[in-house]
């Protein structure tokens, strides 16, 4: 395989984990704003849809695997559900990428209940969004003379 193929697929899996190292490690690989937002977004989405369609099974096997109780009204719990409440789902779709992950995102979105069709439609857009905006900034970090020492 070439390696930049290897890289793209690398940086490709891990955006679908984490949503940052996208843009981070596409703009520490030289790639254009476009290839950052391409394989950041593509990473994203694809980790959407998956947990979209498995959401219910991954969280019924979570479940039966927590053997003990857990209180249900712990401060990060309190947290989903004030966002939830005062933002609903275009609020979780756009503080995923910072806050949460795809996945968690996405689970919580599922949680709630949320129609298919719209977690895909603003998982998308607050992606594309994120995408560009964590892409610019960190090209523009790294543009700083500091870090081009730094990075050779």
């Given at each position: 395989?070439?390696?930049?193929?290897?890289?793209?697929?690398?940086?490709?899996?891990?955006?679908?984990?984490?949503?940052?190292?996208?843009p981070?490690?596409?703009?520490?690989?030289?790639?254009?704003?476009?290839?950052?937002?391409?394989?950041?977004?593509?990473?994203?989405?694809?980790?959407?849809?998956?947990?979209?369609?498995?959401?219910?099974?991954?969280?019924?096997?979570?479940?039966?695997?927590?053997?003990?109780?857990?209180?249900?009204?712990?401060?990060?719990?309190?947290?989903?559900v004030?966002?939830w409440?005062?933002?609903?789902?275009?609020?979780?779709?756009?503080?995923?990428?910072?806050?949460?992950?795809?996945?968690?995102?996405?689970?919580?979105?599922?949680?709630?209940?949320?129609?298919?069709?719209?977690?895909?439609?603003?998982?998308?857009?607050?992606?594309?969004?994120?995408?560009?905006?964590?892409?610019?900034?960190?090209?523009?970090?790294?543009?700083?003379?500091?870090?081009?020492?730094?990075?050779?």
């Open positions: 395989m070439n390696e930049s193929l290897i890289t793209f697929f690398g940086i490709y899996l891990l955006s679908m984990l984490k949503f940052i190292a996208g981070v490690l596409g703009s520490a690989a030289g790639y254009s704003i476009w290839k950052i937002i391409l394989v950041t977004v593509s990473g994203m989405m694809t980790s959407v849809f998956i947990f979209t369609l498995l959401g219910n099974q991954f969280k019924r096997i979570l479940a039966l695997r927590i053997k003990k109780k857990s209180p249900v009204f712990t401060k990060k719990n309190r947290s989903i004030r966002l409440a005062k933002y609903g789902e275009i609020g979780i779709a756009f503080f995923s990428p910072l806050f949460l992950t795809p996945i968690g995102g996405t689970l919580i979105l599922v949680s709630f209940g949320t129609k298919k069709r719209k977690i895909y439609f603003h998982m998308l857009w607050s992606a594309v969004f994120w995408a560009v905006v964590f892409g610019l900034s960190i090209d523009q970090i790294l543009k700083i003379p500091f870090f081009d020492k730094l990075l050779g």
